[in-house]
């Protein structure tokens, strides 16, 4: 029962401070990007209701960025308080031992991680294709929702085994207009299928005004055809505009089957696998820089409010950093790519445990 009360009390606490972090490096980088709103509004004309519009759509992406920086800065206020006001000297004079103290805060830590890691899946990917949209209609530009000369390829296994290039693709009415598919077998291209529109329509894909070419080793037996079903391609419109996105808009698991599906070069492969991981280590941020800042927060001196902002300043510059040299090193093949999108993680959080381990002695 006391260490349930302890448990609520200490992440009663947090709760302000997170807050207060939210707004103010929330409003921070809101700021920053509402000035560069305006300046595009100067420029082309667009009303202030649109730039409100194009702030709203932006706020997913910032929110990601702005929670691990408000739960590293009310931890470090919030442990800060209770250390400076020796209410922490009284619970381990209590029993609590100093793992037990922070144990709250890492739950916390984890918990947003969980929650940032969900808006940047499932909210930021709609979110930045709704704000490309509406940027390209704020400046004048007509909106078309065709994907032109559209590339979709298939393996079977590391084997290229099909090739589908489109003049224009409409992912929202499932045609493709002049259409080229190629396909493969042991290397050799085995028929080639050429038509007028490839359509989408009850659950398969159908030809329309096309011939089919087959090579054999010797010949090649062009047919005709007004119209047919073709079955091979597996994948639905939703799936394969998925693949047409630029990897930056797309989720982790679209990322992933981007990767898997198009089987990039080694080189492109490992930025875009640099890119998937950094999509799953920097939510998790939340949790590294509360291991970072408890046991730092917990030391006896008393630290203001400004002083605690600082802190946390330091400590973000410093991830970033960190990030910004992971990723480098990691696409340009000196570290592997786990390794470069996890670096800042890494070496933060085991400075934390370090200051862990020394807080215990």
């Known amino acids: 029962m006391r260490l349930r009360i302890l448990t609520k009390y200490i ?35 667009i009303p202030f209701s649109t730039v409100l519009k194009l702030l709203a759509l932006d706020a997913p992406g910032e929110l990601v960025l702005g929670i691990p920086m408000a739960m590293l800065l009310a931890t470090i206020l919030a442990l800060s308080r209770l ?25 916390v830590g984890l918990i947003m991680s969980g929650v940032s890691f969900f808006i940047s899946e499932s909210v930021v990917p709609k979110a930045m294709t709704l704000l490309a949209i509406e940027k390209d209609r704020a400046v004048g530009k007509k ?8 590339n979709y390829a298939e393996y079977d296994g590391e084997q290229l085994s099909r090739m589908v290039q489109a003049g224009s693709f409409n992912p929202g009415t499932g045609r493709m207009s002049d259409v080229v598919i190629i396909e493969f077998e042991n290397k050799k291209v085995t028929r080639l299928i050429s038509a007028e529109t490839l359509v ?43 693949l047409a996105k630029d990897p930056e808009e797309m989720s982790y698991w679209e990322l ?3 990767i898997e599906k198009t089987k990039p070069k080694p ?29 730092v927060a ?6 203001s409010s400004s002083a605690g902002f600082g802190l946390s300043f330091l400590f973000i510059v410093i991830y970033y950093f960190l990030m910004g040299f992971g990723s480098m090193l990691g696409k340009k093949g000196v570290i592997p790519p786990l390794l470069g999108a996890w670096l800042q993680n890494i070496v933060l959080g085991g400075f934390g445990i370090y200051q862990f381990i020394r807080a215990k002695k």
């Open 200 to 242: 989408w329509l009850d659950e398969g894909w159908y030809f329309k005004n096309g011939e089919v070419k087959l090579f054999r080793e010797d010949s090649v037996i062009p047919v005709r055809f007004a119209n047919g079903y073709y079955p091979n391609i597996k994948a639905s419109p939703k799936e394969m505009v998925a």
């Open 298 to 303: 917990l030391q006896s001196q008393r630290r």
């Open 143 to 150: 909106f078309d929702a065709n994907i032109y000369n559209y």
């Open 83 to 107: 250390s400076s006001n020796s209410e922490t000297v009284a619970m381990r004079a209590g029993g609590l031992s100093f793992f037990r103290l922070t144990l709250p805060v890492m739950v």
């Open 267 to 295: 080189e492109q492969k490992r930025q875009l696998e640099v890119d998937l991981y950094t999509k799953l280590a920097l939510p998790f941020a939340c949790f590294f820089l509360s291991l970072l800042a408890a046991p």
């Open 256 to 258: 992933a089957a981007y």
């Open 11 to 45: 992440t009663k606490e947090l709760i302000g401070p997170f807050f207060f972090g939210m707004c103010a490096f929330g409003g921070i980088l809101m700021g920053v990007r509402f000035m560069s709103f305006l300046r595009l509004a100067e420029r082309h004309g």
